[in-house]
């Protein structure tokens, strides 16, 4: 199953949360993390990472998609992306089309996929979306932020019929992300007509913060703090809708 990982706006904290839930999730599912911001890579810088193969010699040179798959160390793979290749940055068809097609050769070899895509509404960061199942999108308690969640909603749902939302409330304690996305879901249910699923809040916490800096993930190396218990308590809702979502379709 592919997922996506996604945000209006930029700077929510968005890689950071899909490498830990991938970490999170990687026991009881086989995971690939995606890079999907193709010419500005961030998964490998995050996890100090230096790939020899990437997606710009999978698009640009022909190489295999798997050869660019990369084992990382803490029980999930990482499909990497590149940087500073102007390229990639919007992708062609021709280059989506090889992408699509590999991403679905991959997925026979593991449960999930996530997308760690690019912010916003650009021709990318949409396909990325439009390819996945579900969507997980990241906002912040701050007005353009939520505002970007919404108009990111819209124009998938309204252009490409996207409607498996999933909302994650990030540098918010459980109240404050809980009100937010009170507020937002009263917008979407009234003019866009769908029910978003909410997957909680992760508060801010030094701790977070400390392990970008380490390039480690949070997860790696102390899951007591605020933030890595709410990141389980995220991984545990999404296990319950992925557990959900195999019953419907095997009934």
């Known amino acids: 199953m592919m997922i996506s990982i996604t945000s209006g706006k930029g700077g929510v904290g968005k890689t950071s949360l899909a ?17 999907a911001d193709l010419g500005l890579a961030n998964v490998d810088v995050m996890l100090s990472l230096a790939p020899d193969v990437t997606v710009r010699h999978v698009l640009l040179e022909g190489r295999p998609i798997k050869e660019a798959v990369v084992q990382g160390e803490y029980g999930f793979h990482i499909l990497p992306a590149a940087s500073g290749v102007v390229e990639l940055a919007q992708p062609d068809s021709e280059m989506r089309g090889i992408l699509e097609l590999g991403l679905n050769q991959l997925a026979l070899n593991y449960d999930l996929l996530l997308f760690d895509t690019g ?84 508060p801010k916490d030094p ?16 899951r ?12 545990e809702r999404i296990k319950k809708l992925l557990e959900e979502d195999k019953k419907i379709n095997t009934h």
């Open 19 to 35: 490498i830990n839930l991938s970490l999170a999730l990687s026991p009881e599912y086989r995971v690939l993390l995606v890079d």
């Open 119 to 202: 912010a916003g509404i650009s021709p990318a960061v949409l396909w990325f979306n439009c390819l996945a199942k579900y969507t997980i999108v990241v906002f912040t308690p701050e007005p353009t932020s939520i505002t970007d969640a919404y108009a990111l909603m819209k124009v998938l749902h309204r252009d490409y019929g996207q409607k498996n939302f999933w909302l994650l409330a990030n540098q918010a304690d459980a109240k404050e992300g809980a009100q937010y996305f009170s507020h937002l879901n009263r917008v979407i249910d009234r003019y866009l007509g769908i029910n978003p699923v909410y997957l909680g809040a992760i």
């Open 207 to 222: 701790a977070l913060a400390r392990s970008i800096r380490m390039q480690k993930p949070l997860l790696a190396h102390d």
């Open 224 to 235: 007591n703090t605020k933030a890595a218990r709410a990141i389980l308590a995220v991984a």
